[in-house]
């Protein structure tokens, strides 16, 4: 090959669509197209490197993500109890009834239960 056919080849090269639309179309200025292509070797190379450590965070994440739903549900599942026995103990005539049933009482509450309605309330 001759030189004159490897610049000819090189001035053919494609421009990515990014750089058609934004460098060329739009006019954005050069510096930047500078900076966003250092950013871009830099970022490829600290994902070669640190690729292990990426996708055990990759994973952390992930998993956090997936398990986050659960942890919710139980957290205001027993913020509903909570709630509920108090109300019960405050509001409800609670003699004769122990500490275990009352939490039995809340849960079936929480569940969409209508016990608590037949328990006497207060008078005060």
């Given amino acids: 090959m001759n030189p004159y056919e490897n610049s000819?080849?090189?001035?053919?090269k494609h421009l990515p669509w990014w750089v058609e639309l934004l460098f060329v179309q739009i006019?954005?200025?050069?510096?930047?197209l500078v900076k966003?292509?250092?950013?871009?070797?830099?970022?490829n190379e600290f994902i070669k490197n640190e690729k292990k450590s990426l996708m055990t965070f990759l994973?952390?994440?992930t998993t956090l993500a997936y398990f986050y739903p659960v942890i919710k549900h139980a957290k205001n599942k027993l913020d509903c109890e909570a709630i509920a026995k108090n109300y019960i103990i405050?509001?409800?005539n609670t003699i004769g009834i122990n500490?275990?049933?009352?939490?039995?009482?809340?849960?079936n509450f929480c569940h969409?239960?209508?016990e608590i309605y037949e328990i006497d309330n207060l008078k005060n």
Wanted: aromatic residues 2%; glycine residues 8%.
């Fill in 59 to 61: 994973f952390v994440i």
């Fill in 99 to 107: 500490n275990r049933e009352i939490k039995m009482l809340s849960t």
């Fill in 27 to 32: 006019g954005l200025p050069d510096k930047l």
């Fill in 8 to 12: 000819k080849k090189k001035k053919d």
């Fill in 36 to 43: 966003i292509l250092k950013a871009k070797k830099s970022s």
């Fill in 112 to 114: 969409g239960g209508e």
């Fill in 90 to 92: 405050k509001n409800k």
